[in-house]
């Protein structure tokens, strides 16, 4: 293909994840809770995931950087600092007793040190984060492969979808949930997608996640879960907390975040 073409393309998917951002940008200030923008912002989100879909390969890779494009200081975003005790207690730790639990429909759940995790094949990239609040750092990731995981966990022929479960919550008094994100099987094996235990040649740091947060580099920053504990396998999310794949989600913004 033409490299304009190419570049015209990238703008129109580019465009339409935007606007499903706004939307969902809308829906955070309380426009969501009616019901009518809820279901167009549902049918918008279809419509979007199906459009990026037919568009670009599943296979296709998200732009990667070099070295000198790393941001000098990379942004933070949502929770910073996890409260709660069991986390405190890991952190203590050194995270020597934290261990990422691969399950659901799998054939072979397993758990993993961070050290087991580290001595698996890695994975490093520089890629550009994009938050939907409109702000965007390049940052270098090492990690392992979601993909080395899941094979050797072996998929169920009904699972669908990942599921990651966070050590933290957002929200105060009656508000509190839990983080959680979701992501579909072909972003799930693309080779861009990392469990994060590096960033910029150092331990990832509390602020940014640690001991591990998920880097899916086709969308957009509230995908990437941080503090990640434990990875499920699922035919469907509709029974998981608000049913809508994430905890914003959840609050209305899209499932599929593409960009
Ligand atoms: N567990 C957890 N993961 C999270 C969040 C969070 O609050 N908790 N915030 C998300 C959002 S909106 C963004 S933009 C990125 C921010 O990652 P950073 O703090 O490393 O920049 O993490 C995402 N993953
Ligand atoms: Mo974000």
């Not at 568009?55 to 000198?68: D, G």
């Not at 986390?87 to 659901?104: I, P, S, T």
């Not at 880097?215 to 699922?234: C, D, I, N, P, S």
């Given at each position: 293909m033409d490299p304009s073409g190419q570049l015209n393309r990238r703008r129109l998917i580019v465009r339409s994840g935007t606007l499903v951002g706004a939307l969902a940008l809308g829906g955070?200030?309380?426009?969501?809770?009616?019901?009518?923008?809820?279901?167009?912002?549902?049918?918008?989100?279809?419509?979007d995931y199906r459009l990026q879909r037919s568009?670009?390969?599943?296979?296709?890779?998200?732009?990667?950087?070099?070295?000198?494009d790393i941001s000098q200081i990379f942004r933070t975003k949502g929770t910073t600092d996890p409260r709660n005790l069991v986390?405190?207690?890991?952190?203590?730790?050194?995270?020597?007793?934290?261990?990422?639990?691969?399950?659901?429909m799998v054939e072979r759940p397993a758990s993993y040190s961070?050290?087991?995790?580290?001595s698996l094949p890695s994975r490093t990239q520089i890629t550009r984060h994009d938050c939907v609040d409109g702000w965007s750092c390049i940052g270098k990731w090492k990690g392992v492969p979601l993909a080395t995981l899941l094979h050797r966990a072996g998929l169920k022929s009904q699972a669908r979808?990942?599921?990651?479960?966070?050590?933290d919550t957002?929200?105060?008094?009656?508000?509190?949930?839990?983080?959680?994100?979701?992501?579909?099987?072909?972003?799930?094996?693309?080779?861009?997608?990392?469990?994060?235990?590096?960033?910029n040649d150092a331990p990832l740091t509390i602020a940014h996640g640690a001991p591990v947060r998920l880097?899916?580099?086709?969308?957009?920053?509230?995908?990437?879960?941080?503090?990640?504990?434990?990875?499920?396998?699922?035919a469907s999310f509709a029974h998981i907390y608000g049913g809508k794949g994430g905890y914003w989600e959840d609050r209305g913004y899209a499932w599929y975040a593409g960009i």
């Open positions: 955070c200030q309380g426009t969501a809770e009616s019901g009518g923008f809820r279901r167009t912002l549902d049918i918008a989100t279809v419509l568009l670009l390969p599943t296979s296709a890779m998200a732009r990667e950087y070099p070295a000198a986390y405190r207690k890991l952190v203590r730790d050194g995270f020597k007793n934290w261990r990422l639990l691969v399950e659901g961070l050290q087991e995790l580290r979808f990942i599921v990651f479960h966070c050590a957002l929200g105060h008094s009656f508000n509190v949930a839990r983080y959680y994100e979701s992501i579909g099987l072909d972003d799930a094996f693309q080779a861009q997608t990392i469990l994060a235990y590096d960033m880097r899916v580099e086709r969308q957009l920053g509230y995908k990437m879960a941080k503090f990640v504990m434990r990875v499920e396998a699922v």
